[in-house]
């Protein structure tokens, strides 16, 4: 482990700028969600790309305790851009 307040090492940085980059695309996948809803070609496009081509059509089973029933694919993309928990699965 590295002294609190050291810079990150080499590997370090790659890894957070890699975090960092991946969740900066999935915020900017949610604002065109929030922006054009999940009718819209692109936000579609993006769905069929996270599940392999197809959109799931519901109802969408995920991780989360307490809440893990969605109705469709689109509402459980949309509770996950609310709660930026940008990376939970079905």
Known sequence: ?????????????????????????ASTACHLR????????????????ENHGVIPPGPICSELPGNPFFPNFCTFSLYRCIKKKYFLKV
Request: aromatic share 14%; proline share 5%.
């Open 1 to 25: 482990a590295q002294q609190p307040g050291t810079p990150l090492s080499d590997q370090e940085y790659r890894q957070f700028f890699k975090f960092l980059r991946i969740t900066i695309q």
């Open 34 to 49: 929030e922006l054009y809803g999940c009718k819209n070609l692109l936000v579609q496009t993006l769905d069929k790309y």
